[in-house]
């Protein structure tokens, strides 16, 4: 991996580094957040963590984010800092970045966005003037809040023109996607989902964007670790900005990464720092630099294509205990679903699966008033789980939904039983 030279010092042995996470220190100084914290700890290996945004991070990744890296302001871009003392700081970045430009094939990255919102904010503030037009998915089909919500600034700011699926197949409707583009003549298309379960066609979004003369802004952070370990398609070939996440499937530290051609990258960097962005947090971008080195090795592309073949065969076992799964099935970690069938909506569904030990979210469905489940393979994979405890999970799901305590009481031994033969951060 072409990696930029650290300073020498920097390469000391890291066994005698002389300060990392104190665990004892914050349960001696403030017991109160020492409990909070390690409650927390606790409830992450003592259910199922289904949560399709969530993830286990490496050891490393933790070490690296609570480091005295966080000390450091570093405004700016490495060689360029408003501060002095960011010789360390500055390598970390530029290994970020070199690692991220390596995994994805991409001429510039930018690593400092500290969220996948604060991403998509600078991709905006980039491309675009206050009032253009904007093509993505619909929130009600999969579109994340970024993507046109009147709560949010995309939606107070721009003019978004909502996209959505066909209401047979739960598939983009493609040619939905191009009449509205050529009605409105977006100045950016926007693809990429909160829940949207299959790969999805740059290539088509790409010629359609052309075809209108508007940008392409890839909103890929939920499959970026996907994309990552290649299980499934990348977006940078096509898309005039990738945006996404590092804390999801990817399983670095919670942040964001944007990644351009050449030509947009003095654009994307103005608009990270200084228009939209203060000081970069150097902990999370060492962080960050940590989680590329590990999404690089042959072990990680294994865990990527297991997350896949996990939600498949989850998903085949959600289908065979009665939920409507939204489009069939799954390419990716994510899989959405109708409860319904089994007589309940996703709001109660989630409350008898969360007292069972089994943590997932609801989603809006396309068509119909209720609302579906979303839920994730990543962190299970992570924690070594395999296809049969996949298929064991999908029945667990429906003995959850049971309105009996009694057997509420035995899907949440079970659930407490299988989640301890896994325990993601060792014994
Ligand atoms: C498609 C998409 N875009 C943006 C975001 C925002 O990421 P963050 O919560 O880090 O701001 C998410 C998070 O779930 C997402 O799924």
Redesign the pocket.
């Known amino acids: 991996m072409p990696v930029t030279a650290a300073p020498a010092a920097a390469s000391h042995d890291v066994r005698a580094t002389p300060y990392g996470p104190d665990f004892d220190a914050l349960r001696r100084q403030d017991p109160e957040i020492a409990d909070v914290m390690l409650g927390e700890v606790r409830r992450q290996a003592d259910g199922l963590q289904l949560i399709a ?1 969530e993830n286990f991070a490496s050891p490393a990744v933790l070490a690296a984010l609570g480091s005295p890296l966080a000390n450091k302001y570093a405004e700016g871009y490495p060689g360029a800092r408003h501060h002095g003392g960011c010789e360390f700081v500055d390598a970390a970045e530029r290994i970020a970045v070199d690692r991220a430009k390596a995994l994805f094939g991409a001429e510039h990255a930018n690593v400092q966005p ?7 904010l600078a991709a905006y503030a980039a491309l675009l003037r206050p009032g253009d037009t904007v093509l993505a998915m619909g929130l009600a089909f999969g ?5 046109g919500s009147p709560a949010n600034f995309s939606g107070r700011w721009f003019d978004f023109v909502p996209y959505g699926v066909d209401a047979g197949t739960g598939l983009i409707d493609y040619d939905q996607v191009r009449t509205l583009a050529r009605t409105h003549r977006p100045k950016a298309i926007v693809c ?4 949207y379960p299959r790969h999805i066609d740059y290539a088509l979004f790409r010629e359609i964007a052309d075809e209108v003369g508007a940008y392409l802004i890839a ?4 499959p970026m670790g996907l994309i990552a370990g290649g299980a499934a398609p990348s977006p940078v070939p096509y898309a005039d900005v990738v ?1 996404a ?1 590092t ?2 499937v990817l399983r670095g530290p ?3 990464l944007i990644l351009c051609g050449a030509e947009l990258a003095e654009r994307i960097d103005r608009a990270v720092f200084p228009f939209t962005q203060g000081g970069a947090q150097m902990h999370t971008i060492a962080a960050k630099a940590v989680a590329f080195g590990e999404a690089a090795t042959p072990a990680f592309s294994a865990y990527a294509h297991q997350v896949v073949d996990h939600a498949r065969v989850l998903a085949a076992g959600l289908a065979a205990e009665g939920f409507a799964l939204t489009t069939g099935g799954t390419d990716t970690h994510l899989i959405t679903a109708d409860p319904s069938p089994l007589g309940i909506d996703g709001r109660l569904a989630r409350l008898r699966l969360a007292a069972a030990g089994v943590v997932l979210d609801t989603c809006a469905l396309p068509y119909g008033d209720g609302r579906g489940i979303r839920l994730g393979t990543a962190a299970v994979t992570t924690q070594g789980m395999g296809p049969a405890e996949m298929a064991k999970v999908a029945t667990l799901f429906t003995a959850a939904l049971s309105e009996d305590p009694a057997e509420a009481a035995r899907v949440r031994a079970d659930v407490r039983d299988l989640a301890g033969r896994f325990p993601p951060y060792g014994r």
């Open positions: 945004a500290h969220s996948g919102s604060s991403a998509v579109g994340h809040l970024t993507h990429g989902s909160i829940s909103d890929a952070a939920h945006c996440t804390h999801k919670r942040g964001g």
